[in-house]
C-alpha cells in the first residue's frame, strides 16, 4: 500500500470535507502561540455540538454516569436518592454488573432495549413498540451508516442511491461515499420554509432510476440544516410516496425533543405510519434514527444513538444482529436515561425538569434572535426555524465577490466562511457541504449555544458581513 | 428490502457464528424462570471479559473517569490528590472542558495522541513514536477492520488476501468476512508452544497468489488464543518476510502487558522493526494495536483501542483521517490512563501498583492451574500459555462422539461445548471458531477470571469430560 492508488477505491473517493475545522485548529494554535488576533478565540458553530461552546451537561445524567463508573460512591451520601436507584437499576442491566463488560450482542443490552420500547409506545399513544427491533451504535451516524451499508449492492450491479433534501445534513454525503451510495437530491422549497415539493420527489425518482437503483429515501424531521418541522399530511405523503414507490424510509428524527415553532409539534413517522391503517402500518419498510448527541442531552463526547426497525424482514434483522461489533456501554446507559428521566415525586424531578426547560427556552430564544438580526442584514435572507438546532440563511452576494471566489477556484459560500474565520474567528459551514453546489449560496449556523456565545458571534458576523459588503478599503 | 436477497451481498455472506451465546442467554433465561438444573448460572469463558466474571476494575481508572463524567465531585475532598490532578489534565484534552462535545476530529484527541506516543517512545527505549500516527476507534477489533477496509480492493477485481495464523482469534474470520477479504491461514505449530512455522508461510503464501492478492499478514503477539510469545528471532523473520514480500503487518499487540512464561518478554513488533536498521525501519508498513479491553484494564465495556501506524504513505493516512467518525471521548481518556498511569511518589500509587499486581498473579497461576488440570484429562493435552489470557487445548475425542456430531451435522468441538453449556452451565469456544475446521479439534478458554471461578468452571469442566469420554451410562 506505498500509494494512494492502492487503497480501496470506495475509500479513496471519500470527498474531501472543506475543512474549516482544520483551518480553525490552526488557528486556535497560533492563537495559543502568542499570535495576536482580532479575537481571541475561535468558536465553531458549524455543527451542533454544544458542550463545547459552554451550554451545561443535564446534571441528572452525568451524576448517574458518574456512579455507573465508579460504584463505590453508592455509599456516600452526596447523591440524591434517585441518582442512587437509577444507577443500581442500570448497573442490573450490564453483565456482570459492571460498565466494564461487552454487551453480549452486537445490538445492546436486552433491558435497555426494553426501555426504549417502553418510551416509544409512550411517545406514540400506545402503538406497540417491540424491544427486538432496538439496535444501538455509537451514534445515530452510525446507526444510519449500517443502514445503509446493508441496502448498499456491492455487487458491481447497478449503484443503489438514496433519495436525500437538498439541502441535507452536512454530514450525509461523506456517509454515502463511505458506503459507496448515490446520493439523490430531492429539492425543498425555501420559500415555503423548506417545505417538501411531492412533484419534485416524483421527478427525481423518474430521473434517477435512468441512472441508478433508489432503494431508499432519507429524511430528517424536524430538518437538518432546515429547522423545519413536518405536518401531518406531509407525512403522510412522504409515506404514501415511498409506500408506493418500494423505498425503505430512513427518518432521522434526533431533534425530535427540540420542535419550537408556534403551533408546531413533533410527530413521528411511525404514529403516522400506524394511524394510517394496516395496509401500510404493516409492509411499509422504515428505520428511525434517535441520539443523544442532540438538543436536550447534548452527549455529543458519548457516541449514543439507537434506530428502531420497523416492518424490516426477520432474516434481514438477523444480519443486522450479526454485524461483528459490540455496542459500547455508557452511551447505553445515557440513552436509558433519556428516555426514562425523572418523574414526578423523584428528588431529582425539580431540578431535572428546571435545567430541560431552560434549555428549550435558550433554543427557542436563540433561534429566533438569530433569524432576526440575520434578515436584518443586507444580502441575507433566512427563513425562521420551527425546531432543530440550526438556521440556514440564503446569502445574495455581490458579483464581485462571487467572481473573486471563482478566481480562487473556490465556491463563494467557502471564501465566505473561511474570511469569516480568519478575520473574527467566527466558524459556521458553508451550504455546499449540505448539497448546495450551484450559486444558490448559504451558510449554516448552529444557534443552540450559550446565548453570550451566540451574541457574540453574531456580531462578530454582522460587523463581518458588512465590511464584506461595503467593498474593499 | 423485502427479503435477504435483496440485502448487500458482501453482509449476507458474513459467516453466522457458532452462536453458544444465544444459547447461553436461553439457558439463563430458563434460570431466571425457576426452570431447575444441575447449576444455578451460566459462566461464559469463552471470550475475554474479565468484569463480567467478577474482576474487579482498577480503582484509579473508574476513579479518574467517574469525576470527569462530573466534575462536581472535583470540589469535594472524597478522592485523592492524583486522581483529582488527572481529571482536570483529561478535562483539558476535551474540547470545551467537557466529555460531551465531539473530539474534532476522526483519530482523536491531540493531546491524548502526544501521551500514548511518549508512552510508546518510553516502552520501545526511545525509539520514536510520532502523535499524528495514533488513530483512536471504539476497540482494536475496529481499529483493524478500518485498515482491512482500506486494503481490500472493492472493484470487482481480484479478492484482496490477509495472511492470518491458524489458530485465529476467533473474532478475525467475521471481521474479514465483513469486509469481504479473504483469509489466507498459516498453520502454526502445535508441538512447539503454537509458535510460527517459516517454511509453511511461505508456502501458503505462494498458494494464496493463484486464487487472490495477499496485501497484509496479520500476526497476534502474544497470540490469541495460542498463548505463545514471539521471540527476537521469530519477530525478525516475520518482518524480512513481511519486507521481501512487501506484504504490510498488521501486529495485534494487545496483551502486551500480560507476558507471564518463564523467561520470556514482550518486544514489539516496532522495536524490533527499528534494531533491524533503517533499510527496514524507514520502508515496512506496519499498524500495532492495542485495546483497553485487555488484560490490565480489562474494561471491555468503554470500546477503546488505538493502532500506531509506521511508514504508511501520508496520503494513505490522510484518507484514513478522512472517515466520517469521531471517536468516543471516554475509552480515549481511558486509554491515557493506561499509558500513564499513577506515578511513584503520586497518592494512588501503592493502591494502583497493588491491584495491577494481584492481577497478573491471578493470570498466571490461573493459566498454569487450568493448563496442569486439563493436561490431566484423558484425551486432552494443552500448550501451557506465555502470554496472553487463553488456553487451547487439544481435543482427542472417541470415535462415537465424532460420528453422534457427524449425524447431527455438527463439529465434534461444537457438539462437545453445546454438551458441556446444557450440562454444566459453562461456555467455553469451540477451536472451529478459531479456524480449525478440520478433525483438529480444539477448545478455548479464557483464564482471566476471579480464580473461585476459574475453579468451578474446572471442577465442573473435568466432571462433564470424565462423564462424555466414559459414554452414556
Ligand atoms: C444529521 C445529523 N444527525 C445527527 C447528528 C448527531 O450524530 P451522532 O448521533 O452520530 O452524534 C448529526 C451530527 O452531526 C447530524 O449531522
Ligand atoms: C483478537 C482480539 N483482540 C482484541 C480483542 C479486544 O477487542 P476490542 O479492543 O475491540 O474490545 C478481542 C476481543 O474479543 C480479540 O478477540
Not at 210 to 239: F, L
Not at 290 to 317: F, Q, W
Amino acid at each position: 500500500m506505498s500509494s494512494v492508488q492502492e487503497v480501496n477505491p470506495r475509500v479513496r473517493v471519500i470527498r474531501d470535507p472543506v475543512n474549516l475545522q482544520s483551518l480553525a485548529a490552526q488557528i486556535s494554535q497560533q492563537i495559543a502561540q502568542g499570535e495576536q488576533k482580532a479575537f481571541t478565540k475561535v468558536i465553531d458553530l458549524s455543527s451542533c455540538d454544544p458542550h463545547r461552546t459552554g451550554l451545561p451537561p443535564i446534571s441528572f445524567v452525568r451524576q448517574v454516569l458518574s456512579l455507573c463508573c465508579y460504584p463505590e460512591l453508592l455509599k456516600e451520601d452526596s447523591f440524591p436518592l434517585d441518582v442512587k436507584q437509577k444507577t443500581q437499576k442500570l448497573l442490573e442491566a450490564c453483565n456482570g454488573g459492571s460498565i466494564g463488560s461487552y454487551s453480549s450482542s452486537t445490538v445492546g443490552l436486552p433491558p435497555i432495549q426494553r426501555s426504549v420500547a417502553e418510551f416509544l409506545t409512550r411517545r406514540d399513544g400506545g402503538i406497540n413498540s417491540n424491544p427486538e427491533d432496538i439496535i444501538f451504535s455509537s451514534g445515530s451516524q452510525k446507526t444510519l451508516a449500517m443502514m445503509i451499508h446493508l441496502l448498499s449492492r456491492e455487487d458491481g450491479q447497478t449503484e443503489t442511491g438514496v433519495l436525500a433534501p437538498l439541502p441535507c445534513p452536512h454530514t450525509l454525503p461523506m456517509l454515502l461515499d463511505e458506503v459507496g451510495v448515490k446520493l439523490v437530491p430531492y429539492r425543498l422549497t425555501e420559500e415555503r420554509g423548506w417545505a417538501v415539493d411531492l412533484e419534485e420527489l416524483h421527478r427525481v425518482l423518474m430521473t434517477a432510476r435512468r441512472q441508478c437503483d433508489p432503494r431508499a429515501i432519507y429524511v430528517g424531521n424536524p430538518g437538518n440544516p432546515t429547522g423545519h418541522v413536518q405536518d401531518r399530511e406531509t407525512i403522510e405523503k412522504m409515506i404514501h410516496f415511498a409506500a408506493s414507490e418500494r423505498l425503505v424510509l430512513l427518518v432521522e428524527e434526533v431533534y425530535q425533543d427540540s420542535v419550537f415553532g408556534q403551533d408546531k409539534e413533533f410527530l413521528s413517522y411511525k404514529k403516522v405510519l400506524f394511524e394510517m391503517g394496516v395496509s401500510y402500518s404493516e409492509t411499509v419498510e422504515m428505520v428511525s434514527f434517535h441520539s443523544i448527541s442532540t438538543a436536550t442531552m447534548g452527549e455529543c463526547g458519548l457516541r449514543g444513538g439507537y434506530m428502531e426497525l420497523i416492518n424490516l424482514d426477520p432474516a434481514v434483522k438477523k444480519i443486522l444482529f450479526q454485524y461483528p461489533s459490540s455496542a459500547s456501554i455508557l452511551p447505553q446507559l445515557a440513552i436509558e436515561i433519556m428516555v426514562n428521566p425523572p418523574a414526578p415525586g423523584d428528588a431529582s424531578y425539580e431540578k431535572y425538569t428546571q435545567e430541560i426547560l431552560v434549555r428549550a427556552e435558550t433554543l427557542s430564544q436563540n433561534a429566533g434572535r438569530a433569524c432576526k438580526l440575520l434578515n436584518a442584514l443586507p444580502g441575507m435572507s433566512c427563513q425562521p426555524a420551527m425546531g432543530g438546532v440550526f438556521l440556514y440563511p440564503h446569502l445574495h452576494l455581490p458579483a464581485e465577490i462571487i467572481e473573486e471566489a471563482k478566481m480562487l477556484r473556490l465556491s463563494a459560500d467557502v471564501l465566505y466562511c473561511r474570511r469569516l474565520l480568519e478575520e473574527e474567528g467566527i466558524c459556521l459551514g458553508p451550504g455546499c457541504e449540505n448539497g448546495h453546489i450551484d450559486e444558490n449560496f448559504h451558510i449554516r449556523l448552529c444557534v443552540l449555544a450559550p446565548p453570550a456565545v451566540l451574541e457574540d458571534v453574531l456580531t462578530r458576523l454582522c460587523s463581518f458581513h458588512h465590511r464584506l459588503l461595503s467593498g474593499p478599503d
